[in-house]
């Protein structure tokens, strides 16, 4: 059974930087893709970062340059670095897995599992 379990999400003012965890249990495909989502309230959920089993990485346009996924598989861990944070960063952020049938991807529906959600806060 896959459980991915994020952490590290809190309240940051503008300019300021988190790193969001996720661990990830039971997640054994030899090619994969993680993600990081999130969902404002009243938006629909959006791609933020990927990464996929070669180390490949993918970038929404508001990411780049601010944000960085990386992993570390002998941690069976998933990290997204949030640096120059903007209130507009507010959203519960999600982290999520999938099988790597489509390659790397910020598409949700691409991903099969997903963890419960971590909220970030940014105030002006």
């Known amino acids: 059974q896959v459980q991915l379990v994020e952490s590290g999400g809190g309240s940051v003012q503008a300019g300021g930087s988190l790193r969001l965890s996720c661990v990830a249990s039971?997640?054994?495909?030899?090619?994969?893709?993680l993600g990081w989502f999130r969902q404002a309230p009243g938006k629909e959920r959006e791609g933020v970062a990927a990464?996929?089993?070669?180390?490949?990485?993918s970038y929404a346009d508001s990411a780049k340059g601010r944000f960085s996924i990386s992993k570390d598989n002998a941690k069976n861990t998933l990290y997204l670095q949030m640096n120059s944070l903007k209130p507009e960063d507010t959203a519960i952020y999600y982290c999520?897995?999938?099988?790597?049938?489509?390659?790397?991807?910020?598409?949700?529906?691409?991903?099969?599992?997903w963890g419960q959600g971590t909220q970030v806060t940014v105030s002006s």
């Open positions: 999520a897995g999938g099988m790597g049938w489509a390659g790397l991807t910020l598409v949700s529906y691409e991903y099969n599992y």
């Open positions: 990464i996929d089993s070669d180390g490949s990485t």
């Open positions: 039971g997640f054994t495909y030899l090619r994969y893709c």
